[in-house]
């Protein structure tokens, strides 16, 4: 099974290694001549956290995406985020007879999807292949779309829900299991839990309001990556930013918006949670509008802006065609409509399986770069830019590796400019 995955997941030009029972034995004995320098040890330095074996690093990531990073976004604390890398350093000596550190990267997919089985699936992973044996006649999209795949048979083990979609398109939506319904985004409630530290389990923003640092660098470095790629309109923003009108839909306590406004961008934004709206005043002084994009013509009526942006927004939309639709008439002729999702074709996600972490309970669509491009062009918008990255495994995979997947449009995010067609 793990073979057969990874040969579907490394970029052009890979594939997934070929392990033999007798091969991975002999290596195994002597991979273990010396037990005493077989011993594993967890470092941390101001490197960051450092997983040790053998007297070679097999592990590094920095602190902070030790924590905000792996631990977050997988939910799960220390020690078992410690036991994951544990067992695909285990892997590593069980399956090639070698230092993690010092396989090829198609090995070490292969070892991370060993651990990923061992750690979250406890041996129990449902193989590829059965996503194909199970009968979806009848269950349609939001929009009246077939599905032919089961992309996740749970949300991290809750199996009142999946992942169901077409394979070949690259799309996907959530689903009731009991009715094979899919979940409308009307069942999303938008208050005061969905952003608390703790919230409900595999669904909304934990620590969102208590991160500020960090999400406010993070919404910089994007707002940049977005100026820097929107063509010959960036000089024009810059050299003149007080005539940018930025308008970001769902835009939460304001991380974006203060980036923006750091320009000198003028900028409005909607929200669905008044308890958002109410932080964000409190935080940034911001006065956000209530509602949905429907209601934008009575906030904002004949309004025209060069910047739209729907920052991890999509993903929640029931019905997004209709959405973006709606947009490109506050989009002016020049213009640039920024997405920011998961991506549904993500290598990580066929290493995660059910335990990706961007298979949420709010999350009700999903996309790959393709087939968001695909439904942009569908609704007359072209692509000006687009990139996909990840991050989550770079402690073990490295840049380069990293880099690489993301030109693949492998990468677990979606950033994606487009203008009026």
Not at 209 to 229: C, G, M, P, S
Not at 316 to 338: M, N, Q
Request: with cysteine; hydrophobic share 40%.
């Amino acid at each position: 099974m793990y073979d057969q995955i990874a040969n579907r997941t490394h970029p052009a030009g890979t594939k997934g290694a070929q392990v033999t029972a007798q091969s991975s034995k002999s290596s195994n004995h002597n991979f273990r001549a010396d037990s005493a320098e077989a011993l594993t040890k967890w470092v941390e330095t101001t490197m960051g956290v450092l997983l040790v074996s053998r007297g070679s690093v097999q592990f590094a990531d920095d602190h902070d995406h030790w924590r905000k990073g792996i631990c977050r976004l997988l939910e799960i604390d220390e020690p078992k985020a410690r036991k994951l890398i544990e067992n695909t350093v285990d892997a590593a000596e069980r399956l090639f007879g070698r230092n993690l550190c010092n396989l090829p990267d198609e090995e070490k997919i292969t070892c991370l999807l060993q651990a990923v089985n061992d750690t979250f699936y406890k041996g129990k992973r449902k193989p590829f292949e059965a996503s194909l044996n199970v009968d979806l006649c009848g269950v349609s999209g939001p929009e009246g779309e077939s599905a032919d795949k089961i992309f996740a048979h749970s949300i991290s083990g809750n199996q009142e829900y999946m992942v169901i979609g077409s394979e070949i398109d690259e799309f996907a939506w959530l689903v009731d299991a009991k009715t094979n319904q899919a979940v409308t985004a009307d069942s999303i409630i938008y208050n005061e839990q969905y952003y608390a530290p703790q919230g409900n389990r595999h669904c909304g923003m934990k620590e969102y309001t208590r991160q500020l640092e960090w999400r406010l660098e993070k919404a910089r470095r994007i707002i940049d990556q977005v100026v820097a790629h929107a063509g010959a309109r960036a000089e024009k923003w810059l050299s003149n930013p007080s005539q940018v009108k930025m308008l970001d839909i769902g835009s939460g306590i304001g991380y974006f918006r203060q980036a923006a406004q750091a320009l000198g961008f003028h900028h409005n934004g909607i929200d669905l949670s008044q308890e958002i709206i109410k932080h964000c005043r409190e935080t940034f002084g911001f006065e956000t509008w209530h509602g949905r994009v429907e209601d934008l013509a009575k906030h904002a009526p004949g309004q025209k802006f060069q910047l739209i942006t729907m920052f991890d927004v999509i993903e929640h939309l029931e019905k997004p065609r209709a959405v973006i639709t709606l947009l490109k008439e506050f989009l002016s002729d020049d213009g640039i409509l920024v997405i920011r999702t998961p991506n549904l074709a993500a290598q990580e996600a066929e290493i995660l399986g059910d335990y990706y972490y961007s298979f949420k309970l709010d999350h009700v669509r999903y996309f790959s770069a393709g087939s968001l491009t695909e439904m942009m062009h569908g609704v007359k918008m072209k692509s000006v830019y687009k990139e996909t990255s990840s991050h989550l495994f770079k402690g073990v995979l490295g840049a380069d590796y990293l880099y690489k997947l993301g030109q693949a449009g492998r990468g677990a995010d979606i950033l994606a400019l487009f203008e009026h067609a």
